[in-house]
């Protein structure tokens, strides 16, 4: 069966860095992306990165997140520095299988992992 499983989550004071991973089986995640959701608020994409090692992050985490991924062990990573109390929520991991060079946008993704919290205090 598909399956992602995040870990990694936290909390940490503003300022600091944690860094998440997602493991992908039972398929093959062609793009691989992490989503956030704060509460009382709309999930929203975070990062995307294809199975080439393309990414796109979005303007609010430009600089501080990094996304990355290793193909061999299918997981997906992110990697947050220089947290703020603005980046509080459960952080998921999604992956599209669709065979492609290129992710097809925020709303292509198709499996989703179970989320984990990640809390920054001011």
């Known amino acids: 069966a598909q399956q992602l499983v995040e870990s990694g989550g936290g909390s940490v004071q503003s300022g600091g860095s944690l860094r998440l991973s997602c493991a992908a089986s039972g398929f093959t995640p062609y793009c691989m992306g992490w989503f956030r959701q704060a509460p009382g608020k709309e999930r929203e994409g975070v990062a995307m990165?294809?199975?080439?090692?393309?990414?796109s992050h979005a303007d609010s985490v430009l600089g501080r997140f990094t996304i990355s991924r290793d193909n061999a062990k299918n997981t997906l990573y992110l990697q947050m520095n220089s947290l703020k109390p603005e980046d509080n929520g459960v952080y998921y991991c999604?992956?599209?299988?669709?065979?492609?060079?290129?992710?097809?946008?925020?709303?292509?993704?198709?499996?989703w992992g179970q989320g984990t919290q990640v809390t920054v205090s001011s």
């Open positions: 990165i294809n199975i080439y090692g393309g990414t």
């Open positions: 999604a992956a599209d299988p669709t065979r492609s060079t290129y992710c097809s946008g925020w709303s292509g993704f198709r499996y």
